[in-house]
């Protein structure tokens, strides 16, 4: 089969057949189609689509290009339930939520990604702590699960290994925003991972990959259906990213907060709403309580007892990262060598947040292209949230940043990004839809 025939056959709005996918997803992996042919096949299905069929044989085709993980050997007394967020900025929820359901009696195998677009990644975040190996062999990520209830990693070689070469790629050449190809990559790498309930995080607006509501329920929904074939049972969550969830964007930054979060020092109202309906809905869809509100205490209880925290803390040690990562981590955490606040006036109205993702690109803390090494340090903190009323004391951001010069283009895109008004706006409920099986 010439793959130039499978480019053309969907350029031209035809039907990939079962074949065709998977002699594209065998040459992934094993790296036999060149990178600009994945990337021809990649626009082609960004411009066309695909349908349900096609759609659920590039899921179920990527999930066993490689390892499938079992988890029933480890007798677990627990589910094995996991979350995956389709991409924001300032979204740390994953470092926080998987500590948390591990304290509830969940085992968490967290297969993360690293930043795609605008929007980071959960690898590239818990990279910023020093040690920290987000490629353990299966042996360790296993060894992790069983003995302390959760560990975030990074996709391995050997887990979805297709879909692993096909997300790079797609970063980089403009055919991320396409609802089967999420399905697809999101879930080729879940059911890989052999879980028994999965909660997604849809992400809507400005800084989301869904820019309406509409869209992210076309996107909840594929991925519901998608993975109902292959017995994952999944509920979807669909939440608002028209600003910074939480009060910093940058993997150091966020790694911060997180910490504060789980020390329940600081809780930022927007991103506790987000983690703990997130963590609810797992206990829920995984068997662990059945209604929504005993669900909620008990994931607050996790942090407020400090519960979550210890784990999160052992987890980072078990993966390599100090083992007092927790008590000094002002030690461990790259610091920027420009740091300086944004001052405005007004009331914040509303924000583009996909330019201030691409501005913390622009800082090097994220990729331009694929493979390339970030700056930890960077990034926005402080971050004022829509309807703060701004002034000398009260900035828009605080831009973390390598030099004066980085500093001063951050901190034009991220007034550029901001629109000021006299009067505070109305804002909706961040959590505005959960979707389950039965919709």
């Known amino acids: 089969m010439l793959f130039t025939d499978v480019i053309r056959t969907k350029r031209d709005g035809g039907t990939l057949s079962n074949e065709q996918i998977r002699f594209f997803v065998n040459g992934l992996a094993d790296e036999s189609i060149a990178a600009e042919q994945v990337s021809a096949l990649a626009m082609a299905i960004f411009l066309n689509s ?191 990213m028209n600003e910074v969830l939480g009060r910093t964007a940058g993997n150091a930054l966020e790694i911060a907060e997180t910490l504060r979060y789980l020390k329940n020092e600081d809780r930022e109202a927007r991103l506790d709403a987000v983690v703990m309906g997130l963590c609810a809905e797992m206990l829920i869809a995984s068997g662990i309580e059945a209604d929504r509100d005993a669900a909620l205490q008990k994931t607050d209880e996790a942090v407020s007892s400090g519960c979550a925290l210890e784990i999160f803390a052992k987890m980072i040690a078990a993966l390599g990262g100090p083992a007092d990562f927790v008590e000094k981590s002002h030690a461990y955490l790259a610091v920027a060598p420009v740091i300086r606040p944004i001052l405005a006036k007004g009331i914040l109205a509303s924000v583009d947040t996909r330019r201030i993702g691409n501005a913390i690109i622009g800082l090097g803390g994220g990729r331009r292209a694929v493979g390339e090494k970030l700056n930890m340090a960077v990034g926005f903190s402080a971050v004022a949230a829509i309807g703060t009323e701004l002034d000398a004391h009260t900035p828009l951001a605080i831009v973390h940043a390598a030099s004066d010069a980085d500093a001063d283009m951050a901190e034009a895109a991220y007034r550029a990004a901001c629109t000021m008004a006299s009067r505070a706006p109305g804002k909706a409920s961040i959590i505005s839809e959960i979707l389950t099986g039965a919709d």
Not at 59 to 79: E, F, I
Not at 103 to 122: E, K, Q, S
Not at 144 to 168: H, M, S
Not at 215 to 222: N, P, T
């Open 50 to 240: 695909l349908n349900f069929d096609e759609t659920a044989t590039l899921t179920m085709s990527m999930a066993s290009s490689g390892t499938v993980l079992d988890w029933s050997d480890l007798d677990l007394d627990g589910p094995v339930v996991d979350k995956h967020s389709t991409g924001g900025v300032g979204d740390k929820v994953s470092l926080m939520l998987a500590p948390i359901v591990a304290a509830c009696g969940g085992f968490v195998p967290m297969i993360t990604g690293r930043g795609l677009g605008h929007t980071g990644g959960t690898t590239d975040k818990c990279e910023a702590i020093p040690g920290y190996n987000t490629a353990p062999d299966f042996a360790t990520f296993r060894k992790t699960v069983r003995e302390i209830g959760c560990a975030i990693i990074g996709q391995t070689a050997d887990l979805a290994p297709a879909d692993r070469r096909f997300y790079a790629i797609r970063d980089v050449t403009g055919t991320v925003e396409s609802v089967p190809l999420i399905t697809a990559s999101i879930l080729a790498k879940k059911i890989a991972a052999g879980l028994d309930a999965l909660v997604m995080d849809v992400k809507v607006g400005s800084g989301a990959f869904m820019g309406t509501q509409d869209q992210a329920r076309e996107l909840g929904l594929s991925i519901v259906r998608t993975a109902a074939l292959a017995n994952l049972k999944t509920h979807v969550l669909v939440t608002d």
